[in-house]
């Protein structure tokens, strides 16, 4: 993890354990991997019409919050954290690997900033 | 947030800032949230083909590891916090939010279990 | 249907007859209503690549023909009948009763062309 | 087209022209690319949660009538030929085409039915 502007490094351990506590709770336990991904693609659309909502040709509310996109946002990251529990995946490590990869793969595919540390070293 | 099984408390800081760290290295920087949503889009069904490859009707690699699993959820990850970053949203708030919308609305939803603390206190 | 345009009426059965007779040559026959949607799921995602790709910040190729564009559109409607035909469902009727649905509800949501016949029928 | 079973051709023209008939008659005409398919990602949400809630774990209703599911696909399939119309492409050829690739690609995929015409033939 890439931490020279001193940001907090990425630990998703949190959150993984939160949705277990409150799937743990139920007899029913975690979906099967298909039942997730429906529900997926349900927030999914959800999200999609509130953008299309907020910015879309005839977006009208510039002035409303936040705070039903962010809820949007927090479904859609709930149930793939249940994916992830659900398969045994630790989603920090995963989260890890896609920040390598990105940086092997697309550290030359957009144009980088002049004062980018980045700019000399990668 | 619950933690009562003594989980790390859920905490996005770390992943929203290492998604801001990645993207402020360019000059095109965030996208606009359509842009954002179509890129959501692809990386759910990236998804959704490799759940129907390991666990659909021909599914032929059960020894296959998880690694191939993880990197998609995380991509999906990366696209979901960049979209909270353009838009301001502190996902750890959101999250806290809607684990106590589910909390309020989802309790008898489902069959608690009978040793659920929350099955004599909620 | 409104054919005041002299237009074809819809007529789905010769698209659904086409799946029907291409699954039907194979054993394994129609997937089950979740497999279907991930494999819809997956076709859109291939949709939304090809839309950022092609109308995207770093779109490039607007000398491109429609061809592949066509192939992905075409890719979602095959799995959209296969899903239909599955269920039994005849879509020809389903396409009908929305567009009904869409004239009773939609009909002063936008701004109707001042030579629309609608205009003063509806 | 295989027409081998005496099946009505593919013939999409006129779900084309109905759904350009119904957005014709209003001044802001089309949608663009990315707003179409915000869209169809919302319609196709919906149906997931149609199939999470007829098939999933806590299915219930059996007996439910297959209207809201022919409903759901058939927005689907409007917002389909919605983009389609707005970039100019003619469904009946792509599907057509798609129908092409299909037999050229996936003929050995699945197993064939014995008393399949295609087994000799293809």
Chains 1, 2, 3, 4 share one sequence.
Do not use: C
Request: glycine residues 10%; negative net charge; charged residues 35%.
């Amino acid at each position: 993890m890439d931490t020279r502007d001193g940001g907090v490094p990425p630990d998703l351990r949190g959150v993984q354990e939160a949705v277990d506590a409150w799937i743990g709770q139920f007899e029913e336990g975690y979906w099967p991997p298909h039942v997730n991904l429906a529900r997926l693609t349900e927030e999914v659309g959800e999200l999609a019409r509130l953008i299309n909502h907020r910015f879309g040709p005839k977006a009208k509310k510039p002035e409303e919050d936040d705070q039903e996109l962010g809820e949007e946002l927090a479904d859609i990251l709930f149930v793939l954290v249940a994916i992830a529990n659900e398969q045994g995946i630790d989603l920090t490590e995963a989260f890890d690997g896609v920040l390598t990869k990105y940086r092997r793969r697309d550290s030359d595919r957009w144009e980088r900033k002049a004062d980018s540390p980045g700019g000399a070293e990668d």
